[in-house]
């Protein structure tokens, strides 16, 4: 039952996010012909509503996800999908996996267009994206710290991460606000409980940081550029308590929070669907 | 054996107690009708049915197991609110319920959509209140399920149309199966009903053959309805 969940998830979804898409792309493609062309003002037009397009594309995509979990499940539309004859937590696990879906293709979407804003702007220096790409790679001295493609999955890794975690805090919170004890404050009640929940994960990310005994250290040469990083046994509390001269480390426990918590949210989550669903 | 059992069922939202240690067991092959008042838990017992609600107190055994996702399958339920997505058109919500549930049958659907002269490609968000109630008791009725609960579903439409649906129902209503019809309609409904139970001030006021409630009090049951619910307005 969880593939049909997913398949129908998809053909409700598609009719709304993509659209989001296709229209950044089609003014990346404007934006990107204005170069060809050589119309230099509609370039810096087309490039600036480009980049608030693709930045309101991913925050289009997560109102749309966000408000289609509570429409389909705390909504009229509730009581056709609490009593198909499936697992609670199918319910909650196809809207997490059509949701990251939907949204990591928005940041890809954003990607792109920053690619193609990018490309643009060389275009008209007379250089090319591949070059730009080998400048910063030498320039910046990164490939002699970490290996460029491991760099790149560690990024999407903890894009991921991120998504889920986002998703995770919503998602929670519209399951608890809509349970009875908070019918009488309607919509108030998921919003309400958002807003304290993101506050408390904030208060507990602020722990994670500094007492989490994971981080990475960075190495500093003589100038002051950096010339490595490692992974260690400590977080920030050493380097709060006696800051050093040179380098210093950046604690991973807000890392492990966001894992630890997305997966203790959608557990919450699933309980509260499974044991404590009330619908208006 | 019943194919519904309630034993001391509680059910408040806030202070206010909406059912009040109920306990009922109702067979299969009967159509019981559900009256009450506005508020008297009428909606509430059957979305608990429904597995809509589960912060309950007390038991309830439905085919001998607790709300979940084997009752979900033998209950086909018609709440009063429309539940289905603006954009479905009723192919969309055919190739829906074909998919979650064995019981659905889609040729019935699409003849019962013939008989209302509904569009099958028509989105819902165009359709009329009473032709998105009529698609919902579509979708209802057109499963064979063990148990149905119906919610109001002559609520918003005229007095032809009541008689339609009451055909419907009648028509694809399975002999075996048991049907828990919550209405305020009485008068129109009350000659399908086999037995009626009266809910009221949080309680089970009466849970009678509809023969029996005519020869005990003289009246119909509508008209008995209305002598236990009666209030004074002064005007």
Known sequence: M???????????????????????????????????????????????????????????????????????????????????????????????????????????????????????????????????????IQGSGISQIISVPLAVLLIALYGLVSI?????????????????????????????????????????????????????EFVQGTSGQLTGLHLVGEGMLRMLLQPPKTGGVIGLGSVVLMVLGSIGLFFATGRIMAKQTSLR | M?????????????????????????????????????????STLLKILAGLISDYQGEIRIDGQKPGLYTKGLISFLPEKTYLSPWM??????????????????????????????????????????????????????????IYLLDEPMGGVDPATRSAILDVVLKNYQEDALMLLATHLIQDVERIFDSAILLGFSQLVMFDEVDNIRQKYGKSVDEVFREVFKCSVSL
Not at chain 1, 8 to 32: D, S
Not at chain 1, 193 to 216: E, N, R
Not at chain 2, 14 to 42: H, R, T
């Open chain 2, 2 to 42: 019943a194919l519904i059992e309630l034993s001391h069922l509680n059910k408040g939202f806030g202070q206010q107690l909406v059912l009040n240690d109920l306990s009922l067991s109702l067979e299969a092959g009967k159509i019981i009708g559900l009256l009450g008042p506005n508020g008297c838990g009428k």
């Open chain 1, 2 to 136: 969880l593939g049909q969940l997913i398949k129908h998830e998809f053909r409700a979804t598609r009719r709304a996010v993509p659209f989001v898409y296709l229209i950044t792309l089609a003014m990346a493609g404007v934006n990107y012909l204005t170069v060809r062309l050589g119309i230099q003002w509609l370039f810096t037009l087309t490039m600036v509503f480009l980049i608030l397009l693709a930045v309101s594309e991913v925050i289009v995509t997560y109102v749309l996800v966000i408000s289609r979990f509570y429409k389909n499940l705390y909504s009229n539309e509730g009581y056709l999908m609490h009593t198909l004859p499936v697992r609670p937590k199918d319910l909650l696990v196809s809207k997490v996996i059509v949701s990251v879906t939907w949204m990591v293709a928005s940041y890809l979407v954003l990607l792109g267009v920053f690619l193609v804003v990018i490309a643009a702007a060389a275009a008209q220096n007379h250089q090319t994206l591949s070059g730009l790409y080998d400048t910063f």
């Open chain 1, 164 to 216: 889920c975690y986002v998703l995770a805090q919503v998602f929670f919170s519209i399951a608890l606000g809509s349970t009875a004890r908070f019918h009488k404050q309607g919509i108030a009640g998921p919003i309400v409980t958002f807003l304290v929940v993101y506050f408390a994960m904030q208060l507990l990310a602020l722990a994670f940081i500094v007492l989490v005994p994971l981080g990475v």
């Open chain 2, 89 to 146: 058109r009723p192919m969309d919500a055919f190739d829906f319920f074909g998919d979650f549930y064995i019981d659905f049958d889609r040729r019935k659907a699409e003849e019962m959509l013939r008989q209302f002269q509904l569009d099958l490609k028509q989105p819902i968000k165009n359709m009329s209140k009473g032709m998105q109630e009529k698609m919902q008791l579509i979708l209802v009725m057109a499963r064979r399920a063990r």
